[in-house]
């Protein structure tokens, strides 16, 4: 960045405000406190939307309303300034927020095998600040603070985070593409990855086509699955799917049969790994269903928001199927997303395939349009 001349002084940007439940995104005014210790004051540069925001801003889960709030959590910019005692990162450092943190210090981080983090993970319910329990976000004039959103709160100019929520990347690195590594691709990729370790050779079903679905393809592909079957409602999205590695593409509505039973006819019996990426209980079923007798995972990473529970009865785990999920895709944000940037830039996951659509940031609404109907996988807004 140029000379600094924010750094400690409040600033007035624009932000696109939630007010209400599904109401449209308000472009407005806002006030931004800089950061306390052990936080980062972000210049956000690019962002984009997943369906964590538009289940959020519909407020599917009545629990985790807040009002005002800021949403947004896919993300990159600039770091305009850092709060006492921030040391790993500096003004003009170029970054990423991470909906789920990793503070390196706790029990979780500490442990290989989860990328869980005791205080910086993601929460849907934490609306302000640890520091001091208060909001970086104020409107102007009458000064109503408003909410934070798992971590991040990118739909803004200018954004504060914790410290443990944001991750250096490599100057090099094109921060338009790094965006996608703060949710969509690190998630899919990295539960292909990491999560179910897919291997060579294996087989793997992909129930939802969005980006995170799309995501587990190419990371399944790069690991050398033989087949990689692609389960989506809407057939217009099976072109871009076969870009990203979809070997063959099923709509539940051409089948005269259920979609498990399609599947295990593709592939002799199921397939080693499926992936539930929906947000939906039918196809989580469906998913485990598809599996093969014995070794069969299904990792689950759609957002479900209701009360419902697993629709499986525990006698069906005698069979030797097994279901986990996954957050972030097991990636460890601030020590491995960095090595993950170096993959893709290396060639390992394409990442300009996922960014379908770009907007100026003042027209988010039409962006989360574009979302809902199902258009686009990424639409990246300029800020």
Not at 289 to 309: D, F, I, M, R, Y
């Amino acid at each position: 960045m140029e000379n600094n001349n924010t750094a400690g002084k409040v600033i007035t940007c624009k932000a696109a405000v939630a007010w209400g439940p599904g109401q449209p995104l308000v472009m407005e005014e806002i006030l931004v406190d800089p950061p306390q210790k052990m936080e980062v004051r972000i210049k956000v540069l690019f962002t984009s939307i997943c369906h964590t925001d538009l289940s959020a801003w519909k407020g599917e889960n009545e629990s985790q309303r807040a009002y005002p709030r800021i949403f947004g959590h896919e993300a990159s910019g600039v770091v305009e300034s850092v709060g006492e005692g921030v040391r790993d990162m500096k003004e003009g450092d170029h970054v990423i927020p991470l909906f789920n943190g990793e503070c390196g210090e706790c029990v979780f981080c500490e442990r290989d095998g989860t990328n869980m983090c005791r205080d910086y993970g993601v929460n849907p319910m934490k609306k302000v600040m640890i520091g001091d329990g208060k909001s970086r976000f104020w409107t102007k004039g009458a000064r109503q603070p408003i909410f934070h959103f798992l971590n991040t709160s990118t739909f803004s100019e200018f954004t504060v985070v914790e410290s443990s929520c944001v991750v250096k990347v490599d100057p090099k690195f094109p921060l338009e593409k790094m965006t996608l590594l703060s949710c969509g691709v690190s998630t899919g990729v990295g539960a292909a990855w990491n999560t179910a370790d897919v291997k060579a050779g294996s087989t793997v079903a992909v129930f939802g086509l969005g980006a995170v679905g799309l995501a587990v393809a190419a990371g399944a592909r790069a690991r050398g699955a033989s087949k990689i079957i692609g389960v989506d409602i809407n057939p217009a999205k099976f072109l871009k799917a076969r870009a990203l590695g979809i070997t063959e593409c099923v709509d539940p509505g051409e089948l005269e049969t259920a979609v498990h039973e399609e599947i295990k006819r593709l592939t002799g019996g199921g397939v080693d790994y499926s992936f539930e990426c929906a947000g939906n209980l039918t196809a989580l079923r469906e998913a485990f269903l598809s599996t093969h007798a014995g070794w069969g995972l299904t990792v689950l990473l759609g957002v479900h928001p209701g009360p419902k529970t697993l629709p499986l009865h525990p006698m069906e785990l005698f069979a030797g199927q097994q279901i986990t999920a996954s957050v972030f895709g097991g990636f460890k944000g601030k020590t491995q997303i960095p090595r993950f940037a170096e993959e893709c830039m290396l060639g390992a996951v394409n990442l300009d395939e996922f960014i379908t659509h770009e907007l100026p940031f003042e027209k988010i609404n039409e962006a989360i349009q574009l979302l809902i109907e199902g258009k686009s996988l990424r639409c990246l807004m300029h800020l």
